[in-house]
Structures are given as structure tokens and as C-alpha cells.
């Protein structure tokens, strides 16, 4: 019943002004009950050996149908393919499938908690239910299922399904409601590869008065708005019309800061598609000068509204937007690379955000985000100090997701994290 001690373990609990401290952890049906220096409990005990842990990593922004490897499928094929994995039960099984697959490698990766934010008709709530039933193996999942988007607009039909009016997106809500997600994700603006020009990202697609009418709807039936914004436009249409988390970013003047400060509201930046775009050779990607010009584009302006955010003292939260070319589904780390590179703080502040600052945004800290007693027992446990080096959570010893200790290791892409690694190594010297 995932009842164990774990013995002379190093933790850095997740908390902002905490250290590392040699412990025992005593976990009792998958919920952490005594830290300290624990003896005569007679149970299973494992010694660690002074190896290290941290909470378990939470990525705020996934998209679960992709792997990360480039695809050379023309949009018009992708709609295809969604179509006809959605026409019948056996079609729908192997989706479902996929997507189980993508998310065990999170969990092995060292993510205890994904947010998943745009997929194929409702397979993220259908997964989600099956690992919280202990049918498969996978990380906690707050699903979005499809986003909402609009004709000719970022995703639409693929990850996203576009509505024509108003009263079509109020209908929609009601459906994903109907199908128990956790969350509503909009696209408001276009995104890098569906950009026409050089230069011009990020375009605002969704009305303004259509986000307002999305975001009512979505509070009435109790649920919070996440949206895909690419642009300083789309931003302050989010911001005043009610959206809860704005995802990518763009630059923005202060009175939207403020406005997104006094009303409480997150930001969630993802720095791992636009930074392997901006810095590799386009033609080796099969990518023309425009989309590594206007990655970079993004990556500034995605670099500017993340500091304002944290002099603001506004949430800044992390996800990596997996499925992206060269985005794959265990290099969650890297995004903490790139925050600590980007936003110039230290290991522990990018832990700190990757754990408990995104299980706030998330709204899941009463059951994960930190090692703490009466919460989840959702552990990444390393050899080395992970605040001495970020690099180390690469290669996760053991993951413990609500108790249940997980020792397989994913098979990598090789010629992906070779690309990656190159440019890593280029922005941390």
C-alpha cells in the first residue's frame, strides 16, 4: 500500500527560503506522514544513501498527442489524422494509447503533475481518469481536452476546435464541462510556425468580446481560462477580458502589469520551443530565416515580460509546451535551464518555481508542490545536489509519484538531445 521509510536522504523541500536537510521520510499510503529522524517503524525501509530529492517537477503547459520530433506532415494531413483517430472506438483506443505513453514519460522524467493544455477530443480527461483509477501509469493530469480556437486561427483543428460566434463557444464550454476538465485553454493569438511574415507574431485571432464572453462562461461553470498569447495585443485582450494565466507572452506596457498584478492573475512562460528555433541552423530543422527570426522575436519578448512579471512580484510559473518541434516529453529540466539563464536567478528560486510556485498556479498545493507532511508523497530523487547544478535532474535515480516508486528510464532521442545539448552548453557559458 506504499507504506515505506526512506532512510539518510538530502531534501530540498520546495519551499523559497528552505535549505537541504538530511531527513527520513515516513510514507504511508503514497502521503509523506513524518520528517525528521525517524525510527522503530516497522515497515519496509530503504536507505537512500545521502542521495538528494526534490518535490516532484510540475509542467504547466503540455500538449500531449505530440513526441517533440519535427514533422514533416502538412497541416492539412495532421487535420486528417485527428479526424480519422477520432472516428470510431478502436481509432480512439490507440489515441488514447499514444497520449498514456507520452505521459509516462514525464513521470519518468521526474514530472509528478502535468497541465495539459490543448489536445485531441476529450483523450486527456479519459487518461487522466484511468490513472487515477490505477488502469495506467502517469503523472497527476489537470486536462484542458481541446482548446477553443477559431477558423484559420493557431491549432484550429488539430489541438484546437474552432467556433464560429459566441454562442458556439458557450456551447463548447458546456461540453468540456460535461466532460469533467480542469481547466478551459483559449487561442487568442497565432503562433511562430502559422506566422506569414517576418517580424509579425503572435497576431490577435480571437475577438475581444469573444474572450470576455469564453472567460464569463468558463468562471460560471467554475473553471479557470489558460491562453495560448504570442502577441502584446493579444495580452492585453486577455488580461482585460479575463483570462487567469497568459501562456508564452509577449512584451506589455505597465498599466496590463499592474492590472495583472492587483487581480492576481499568472503568467506561465515557456522558453523551450522558442530557444532551439532561435539559436540552431533553420535549414538543418527544415525551417526557413523567417521562423528562426521570429523565434527570437519571441524569445525576447517572452525573456522581457518574464522579468517584469518577477519585479512585479507576479507568478511566473513554467512549462516547457511539449509536443513542439524539439520539445519532448522528459526534458522538463531544461526549462529550468533556461528560466535560471533568462530570468537570472538561482537553482533553488527555479526549483522552488517548478514545484511549488506552479502547483499555486495550478491550484494543486494543498496535495503537491512541496515535501512536506499530509501531502502527496511525489519525490525526484538525484545522486548529486540539484541546487550546486540543475543538470543533474537529467538523470532521475528514482521518481515517486503518490508513493508508487518508478525506476524505469526513457529512452531518448538521441539526435534531439544532441541539438539541444549544443545549444545549452552555448547559453551557459
Known amino acids: 500500500m506504499n507504506t515505506y521509510l526512506l532512510k539518510n536522504i538530502n531534501i530540498y523541500d520546495g519551499e523559497a527560503s528552505s535549505d537541504i536537510v538530511n531527513c527520513d521520510i515516513y510514507i504511508e499510503n503514497g502521503i509523506i506522514k513524518e520528517i525528521g529522524k525517524i525510527t522503530n517503524k516497522n515497515v ?45 472506438s478502436l481509432m480512439r483506443g490507440i489515441g488514447i494509447n499514444l497520449c498514456a505513453k507520452y505521459a509516462k514519460m514525464e513521470l519518468k522524467s521526474g514530472v509528478t503533475t502535468i497541465r495539459t493544455v490543448g489536445g485531441i477530443a476529450d483523450f486527456d480527461t479519459i487518461l487522466r481518469d484511468k490513472i487515477n483509477a490505477g488502469k495506467k501509469i502517469g503523472p497527476r493530469i489537470l486536462a484542458s481536452n481541446t482548446a477553443i480556437g477559431v477558423v484559420n486561427g493557431h491549432m484550429d483543428g488539430t489541438v484546437a476546435k474552432a467556433i464560429l460566434n459566441n454562442e458556439e463557444g458557450i456551447q463548447m464550454i458546456k461540453a468540456l464541462k460535461a466532460e469533467n476538465v480542469d481547466l478551459i485553454k483559449l487561442m487568442i493569438t497565432g503562433g511562430i510556425l502559422d506566422s506569414k511574415e517576418r517580424g509579425k507574431i503572435g497576431l490577435l485571432k480571437m475577438p475581444a468580446d469573444m474572450v470576455k464572453c469564453l472567460c464569463d462562461e468558463a468562471h460560471k461553470e467554475g473553471l479557470r481560462v489558460a491562453a495560448h498569447v504570442e502577441g502584446s495585443e493579444g495580452v492585453k485582450v486577455a488580461i482585460e477580458n479575463g483570462v487567469d494565466t497568459i501562456e508564452h507572452g509577449a512584451p506589455v506596457d505597465n498599466p496590463i502589469i499592474l492590472k495583472l498584478k492587483n487581480e492576481n492573475k499568472a503568467y506561465v ?26 523565434s527570437k522575436v519571441l524569445l525576447d519578448g517572452m525573456v522581457e515580460f518574464t522579468n517584469k512579471c518577477l519585479e512585479n512580484k507576479i507568478a511566473v510559473g513554467l512549462g516547457t509546451d511539449t509536443g513542439c518541434p524539439l520539445v519532448t516529453h522528459y526534458d522538463m529540466w531544461r526549462e529550468l535551464c533556461y528560466f535560471k539563464k533568462y530570468a537570472n536567478v538561482t537553482n533553488k528560486y527555479a526549483i522552488h518555481t517548478a514545484t511549488f510556485v506552479n502547483a499555486k498556479i495550478a491550484g494543486v498545493l494543498n496535495d503537491t508542490g512541496s515535501i512536506s507532511v499530509g501531502k502527496s508523497a511525489d519525490l525526484l530523487i538525484i545522486d548529486q ?13 528514482l521518481v515517486i509519484y503518490k508513493g508508487k516508486i518508478i525506476k524505469e528510464h526513457n529512452k531518448k532521442y538521441s539526435k534531439i538531445e544532441n541539438q539541444l545539448d549544443l545549444v545549452l552548453n552555448s547559453l551557459l557559458k
Open 269 to 294: 512562460a515557456t522558453f523551450s520551443p522558442a530557444i532551439p528555433l532561435s539559436f540552431l541552423n533553420p535549414a538543418s530543422l527544415g525551417y526557413s530565416e523567417d521562423v528562426s527570426y521570429n
Open 385 to 397: 545536489n540539484p541546487l550546486n547544478d540543475l543538470k543533474v535532474l537529467r538523470n532521475p535515480k
Open 44 to 88: 519496509k525501509t530503504i536507505d537512500m544513501k545521502g542521495k538528494y530529492a526534490i518535490p516532484g517537477l510540475i509542467n504547466l503547459h503540455v500538449h500531449l498527442p505530440a513526441s517533440g520530433k519535427i514533422s514533416k506532415t502538412p497541416v492539412a494531413e495532421k487535420k486528417k489524422l485527428i479526424k480519422k483517430i477520432t472516428s470510431n
